[in-house]
């Protein structure tokens, strides 16, 4: 199980995202885009997750 915390990432956010590599990065990827503005490929989620 992964998971991804908006504040972990510098947002001042309390969204978090848990379940399985494809559903974190998806879910924190959309999240990102609707409530930040900023669109992250997935790939790049998938680095900010390994790199933590």
């Known amino acids: 199980m992964v998971k991804a915390v908006c504040r972990d990432y510098g ?3 309390d ?3 848990e379940g399985d590599l494809d559903t974190v990065t ?3 990827g959309k999240h990102c ?3 930040h ?3 992250y490929q ?3 989620i998938t680095k900010f997750m ?3």
Do not use: A, M, P, V
């Open 26 to 28: 998806d879910g924190f």
């Open 42 to 44: 997935k790939e790049t």
């Open 11 to 13: 947002f001042d956010c």
């Open 37 to 39: 503005g900023i669109e």
């Open 33 to 35: 885009t609707e409530e």
């Open 15 to 17: 969204f978090t995202c």
């Open 50 to 52: 390994l790199n933590k």
